[in-house]
């Protein structure tokens, strides 16, 4: 995890590595501190205070919470006495898109005999998924503390005279996409409504309400983008992220009219300039919910998670790319 500034006070945490839970957080370094998103356990959640502790005079007031998933949710407990931010959606949603348990009790089978034996027949992509986690994380001893200050649409702070906007843009990657605008320094904390030089995954929403999002960014247009996950960016991120999605989205219904399954589409889809992502058998993720979305299934729809993580292995694997996730 590295520190980089991204305007005159606005910092970023920043994951190197890019994959599943390698999320970024923010500091908004104005009226007592205001933090975007606390990591994806508490050994990252500690590091990130530390670097930003850097810069700022002491714990901050208040915590954002882009949306509910457990990579930006997992170090709220550690930020005690502030006030916690999200739309109105994220405390529910919060108990089951980010129930460490589930994911603790994988990466506890990945190291016992039996279960691990039972996994590799069975379900090798959560075998691997659990590996790749070993490497970074422990999602131990993490209690979900949900944020208590909820927002419908819109969300004004007041910091000592620069405004930030909290907007609600959701369900497009989760149900509480929410963006933070910072307009005075021309920058926006994106949460997961970017991936930057790796593939998205999006869970609940539509196609068409993310790129309503990714346009809205657009049209704010910033100098500085702090994405979910990868590098700081700036307006051109959110462009190519669009253009992927839309590629994605077209290509998926050319797989889809000839009858093929959402993971005979995702190993024969040529990913062109997107080949070189990170993660780039996530792919399996977007067809999919392209799929459901021409079947007409409701955009919340429930996910097997366990299968779709054994789909993504098989797509790596069919592609002879790294299996990474």
């Not at 949900?146 to 004004?156: A, G, S």
């Not at 369900?171 to 320094?185: L, M, R, S």
Request: hydrophobic letters at 40%; aromatic letters at 8%; one cysteine or more.
């Amino acid at each position: 995890m590295k520190l980089q500034q991204v305007s005159d006070n606005c910092f970023a945490a920043l994951n190197d590595r890019n994959r599943l839970c390698d999320a970024n957080s923010g500091l908004i370094n104005l009226g007592g501190g205001v933090v975007i998103d606390t990591q994806s356990d508490l050994h990252h959640a500690r590091r990130m205070i530390e670097l930003f502790a850097t810069v700022w005079p002491g714990m901050p007031r208040r915590v954002v919470n882009t949306h509910e998933d457990g990579d930006h949710v997992w170090g709220n407990q550690l930020f005690e006495g502030a006030e916690i931010i999200a739309h109105r959606t994220v405390p529910g949603r919060m108990k089951d898109a980010a129930d460490p348990r589930a994911l603790q009790k994988l990466l506890d089978d990945a190291s016992r005999l039996l279960p691990r034996l039972w996994l590799r027949a069975l379900h090798p992509g959560a075998l691997a998924i659990a590996r790749q986690l070993q490497r970074d994380y422990d999602f131990d001893g993490i209690t979900l503390v949900p944020p208590t200050t909820l927002f419908d649409e819109r969300h004004v702070l007041d910091l000592e005279g620069t405004e930030v906007h909290l907007i609600y843009v959701g369900p497009c990657h989760q149900v509480g996409d929410t963006i933070v605008h910072v307009p005075a320094e021309r920058m926006v904390f994106a949460g997961d409504v970017i991936f930057r030089q790796c593939a998205p995954m999006g869970w609940t929403g539509t196609y068409a309400k993310w790129l309503q999002a990714l346009d809205l960014i657009i049209w704010l247009d910033p100098d500085v983008i702090v994405p979910g996950h990868g590098p700081v960016c700036g307006v051109e991120g959110a462009m190519e992220m669009k253009a992927y999605l839309e590629y994605v989205r077209e290509e998926s219904r050319r797989c889809f009219d000839r009858g093929l399954t959402a993971l005979d589409a995702s190993r024969r889809i040529d990913l062109g300039p997107y080949a070189q992502w990170r993660a780039p058998a996530r792919l399996y993720a977007n067809v999919e919910r392209a799929y459901r979305e021409f079947r007409n299934e409701p955009a919340d729809a429930p996910w097997d998670m366990t299968a779709t993580f054994d789909a993504i292995y098989e797509v790596a694997k069919a592609r002879r790319c790294e299996v990474e996730f």
